[in-house]
């Protein structure tokens, strides 16, 4: 039996890896904060329907040793290291501790693998925000990095760490470069469940209104669901590499909205409000990926396009706020 480890798994994209995982006969290990353990009815929901399964191990990314306990103690197989500060509004306001999150806790990831598992597959949550200002569309694995926010700066780091431990250690390490994928379990502040949760709060009475920033940014959006299976896929390789992970689709956040409204019987036009907080000091306007390279070296397809996820995530959100 296999043996992974997960960092972050507590988010949306961990919760789904480990589903997978286990659904393919993983032993599968979780490291969590402290606080989420004492507080699982709130921080383990995602994680709820597979809790008894699943080995959970308290650590910090700000500790080095407390990670390297866990790495030491769990020695996995292959180590999915998905933890970050990963809301990039949040970026511009505290730009040094998500530095610290994302570029510390990925190096000392990296190193805890390199000095106690050194053959174990390691996968780096790369993103598409490292595209930022990009100067082709679509973008692919050659497309030159040119980050808009300090989140995206420390996911330039992430990678370039990722790529000089493989070529320097000659570690099994891929980088994922994924798109925005959402779903049900997307967390509130991200713009498509904002929207989705807000859709069913206003249907059913509670707001009136939406307050969103710009409407005319557009975004790659797949399932998040389809994204983790190629995260596993990167790790079954003979060598190590990194994939652009996308369905090849752009959508404006407009469009989303009218969708999703439009889903329950409602038009945008009557709730969305400009609110100039939720504007970006620097925005990244247009990403598209190119995911052929997936397609063809993992054999990865989406299985979930824009309409279906739309409404997806505005079922599940009716279906959550008709019982409140
Ligand atoms: O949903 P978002 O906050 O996602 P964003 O910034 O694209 O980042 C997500 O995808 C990345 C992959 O490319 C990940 F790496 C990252 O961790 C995260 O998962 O915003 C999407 C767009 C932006 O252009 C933003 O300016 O929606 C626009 N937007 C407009 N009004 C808003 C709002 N975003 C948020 N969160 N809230 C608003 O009210």
């Not at 990722?162 to 320097?168: F, I, K, L, T, V």
């Not at 990167?234 to 407009?254: I, N």
Request: proline share 4%; glycine share 6%; aromatic share 12%.
């Amino acid at each position: 039996m296999k043996r992974a480890l997960i960092t972050g798994i507590t988010g949306q994209d961990g919760s789904y890896l480990a589903d997978h995982l286990l659904d393919l006969g993983y032993e599968v290990h979780g490291i969590v904060r402290r606080v989420a353990l004492e507080d699982s009815a709130h921080r383990l929901v995602r994680l709820a329907g597979n809790l008894d399964k699943l080995h959970l191990h308290a650590a910090s990314l700000e500790s080095f040793p407390s990670l390297f306990s866990v790495v030491s103690e769990v020695q996995p197989d292959e180590l999915y290291h998905l933890a970050a500060q990963s809301f990039v509004s949040y970026s511009f306001d505290d730009s040094f501790s998500t530095f610290r999150t994302n570029i510390d806790g990925t190096h000392f990831m990296l190193e805890c693998a390199r000095r106690l598992v050194p053959s174990c597959k390691f996968y780096f949550a790369g993103s598409s925000e490292m595209f930022g200002h990009a100067d082709e569309v679509p973008q692919n694995e050659n497309t030159r990095f040119y980050p808009r926010s300090p989140y995206g700066i420390s996911k330039v780091t992430g990678f370039d760490l990722s790529r000089n431990y493989r070529e320097a250690y000659d570690m099994y390490v891929s980088s994922g470069i994924l798109f925005n994928h959402e779903s049900p379990r997307r967390g509130f502040e991200f713009v498509t469940r904002k929207i989705t949760s807000h859709v069913a709060r206003i249907k059913n009475g509670e707001l009136n209104e939406l307050p969103l920033g710009n409407l005319e940014a557009k975004r790659d959006w797949g399932f998040a669901g389809d994204y983790v299976r190629a995260m596993h896929l990167m790790l079954q390789q003979e060598t190590p590499e990194d994939f652009v992970v996308a369905t090849g689709k752009t959508h404006s956040v407009r469009e989303f909205c009218q969708l999703a409204f439009e889903f329950a019987g409602l038009n945008y036009e009557d709730y969305v409000i400009k609110d100039p907080r939720f504007y970006r000091p620097a925005e990244v306007h247009l990403l598209l990926g190119d995911a052929s390279k997936s397609k063809k070296k993992l054999g990865w397809e989406p299985t979930i396009g824009f309409e279906e996820l739309v409404e997806m995530m505005v079922k599940h959100d009716l279906d959550l706020h008709s019982h409140h």
